[in-house]
């Protein structure tokens, strides 16, 4: 097992998790895994989290204090945005196509659908400054008379559905003026900053401008600070190859915890999948296209010398924690070890792109709201016209920069997709069944693309060695 490479542990982690969840699920033992074995997952994710905000914080201040060339910082943060959001919007291109194209939404009963249909004229009636989309009109159908009562008592258990007015709430809060971004992006208090994980941007923000005063300084007045910072980085990264030891134990807490929690036996977790069944596959097969497709063609365009399953090798450790934490956050250290170890990008384009990246780089958010919002306009018959689907990829673009690296702050995000073509909200509880699951493949997106682009940038900048020292990975 010692000689066992890390992935092929987190790998034999992940399926025992799983085993053991259904065969535990059989027996009737999923609240002794909820009480004794989830815990530890739930241990995992902090000790990751907590080594996350002050690794990201002294590995930028660490590679921007390092560069000879100040001016060079300009050219390779121009280059990594424009490489995110390129990424960014062929994910949510991808999503639309494939739900076009597919339309899960269709498959859903007649009868539903038309339920579903009235329910939503019922909302925008109730709902000021918002207008039937498509311009047609089923509730005064006398047709659908008696389907008006049950639409109206499923709207209200919409409402009502638990977690969903908690994140209407959240999605208010981070509604402001257009530029109320940047304002998010300076922060009032570093410290405040630095103990909530959910304002990483503020914290990149301080350590680009500590890092790039630091290194303005005369040598003989800065070197102290460096040697500080580059020695408590280390720490930090040494912190993350301990607790990397003991992944594949951690990462079977994990799974058997998630699907504890989905359901009480195995046939409600798969019961759970069926009705969202169309949805799930069109989703997992846009995410899919992403990850073994699109990204690995985007790096032999740039890095001809980098084979496919070469790639997928040297990041798989990051991917398969992704796909267990459903964090980009709590990957960060370990997809920083695997870029810089495994691929060979140095350790100033590692510690500059990929903290950027976990923050706003949301390939999978993206296509994954791309995908929910008009598979929820199909199944409530609303016709979206092409201006409307390219309100989604605005508005989807610009969320994914806002949107935290936690577990389904996609939620929240799509609330705000939602309102900004004049669609209910609460839709979001429909898909909650599944959204776990589903957050935890896009993730793994996330973390694929934030490889990809540090890959991409590192060649650009002439500070790639794919003849790394190749150890077992």
């Known amino acids: 097992m010692k000689k066992l490479a890390l992935h092929w542990k987190i790998i034999i982690g992940l399926v025992l998790g799983i085993i053991y969840s259904l065969i535990a699920s059989s027996i009737g033992l999923n609240q002794f895994t909820r009480d004794f074995i989830d815990p530890f997952g739930t241990i995992f994710i902090r000790l990751l989290k907590f080594i996350a905000v002050p690794l990201v914080l002294f590995s930028i201040i660490s590679g921007i204090s390092s560069l000879s060339d100040i001016s060079s910082l300009g050219r390779m943060g121009l280059k990594t945005m424009i490489a995110y959001l390129i990424t960014t919007v062929a994910a949510v291109a991808v999503g639309l196509f494939a739900v076009n194209t597919l339309q899960p939404g269709q498959y859903i009963a007649q009868e539903s659908r038309v339920k579903n249909r009235i329910k939503y004229e019922i909302w925008v009636n109730e709902t000021p400054g918002v207008e039937i989309l498509d311009g047609k009109n089923f509730l005064n159908d006398p047709e659908y008379a008696e389907m008006t009562q049950e639409a109206n008592a499923l709207l209200e258990a919409e409402r009502k559905a638990e977690g969903v007015q908690e994140r209407m709430e959240n999605a208010e809060k981070m509604q402001g003026s257009p530029l109320q971004f940047l304002v998010d992006f300076v922060p009032d208090n570093i410290f405040s900053a630095l103990s909530d994980g959910g304002k990483m941007l503020q914290v990149i923000f301080f350590a680009i401008f500590f890092g790039i005063v630091l290194a303005s300084l005369p040598k003989d007045v800065g070197k102290p600070v460096i040697d ?35 359901a009480e036996t195995t046939a409600e977790v798969i019961e759970i999948f069926k009705g969202l069944l169309s949805y799930s596959l069109v989703l997992v097969a846009g995410l899919f296209f992403m990850i073994f497709i699109f990204y690995p063609l985007f790096v032999r365009l740039v890095v001809p010398q980098l084979k496919y399953g070469d790639f997928f090798r040297r990041i798989s450790p990051a991917q398969f924690l992704a796909f267990s934490t459903s964090s980009s956050a709590a990957t960060l ?15 100033t384009v590692t510690n500059f792109v990929l903290p950027i990246g976990a923050t706003v780089n949301m390939d999978g958010t993206s296509l994954y709201q791309a995908v929910a919002v008009v598979f929820m306009a199909q199944m409530h018959m609303v016709d979206l016209s092409i201006s409307q689907q390219l309100t989604i990829v605005l508005t989807a673009t610009l969320a994914s920069i806002g949107s935290a690296a936690v577990p389904s702050a996609g939620l929240v995000m799509m609330i705000i997709v939602l309102q900004s073509v004049g669609l209910n909200p609460a839709w979001i509880a429909i898909i909650f069944p599944v959204d776990r699951i589903l957050d935890m493949c896009r993730t793994v997106v996330n973390v694929t693309g934030d490889a990809t682009v540090s890959t991409i940038i590192a060649k650009s900048e002439g500070q790639l060695n794919l003849e790394v020292n190749d150890k077992e990975i």
């Open 333 to 347: 250290p370990v997809t920083m070890e695997c870029v810089r170890d495994n691929i060979g990008v140095s350790k």
């Open 228 to 262: 500080f910072v580059n020695g408590t980085n280390e720490v930090f990264l040494k912190m993350v190859e301990i607790v990397m030891n003991a992944a594949p134990f951690f990462v079977f807490a994990l799974m058997a915890g998630v699907l504890a929690k989905m």
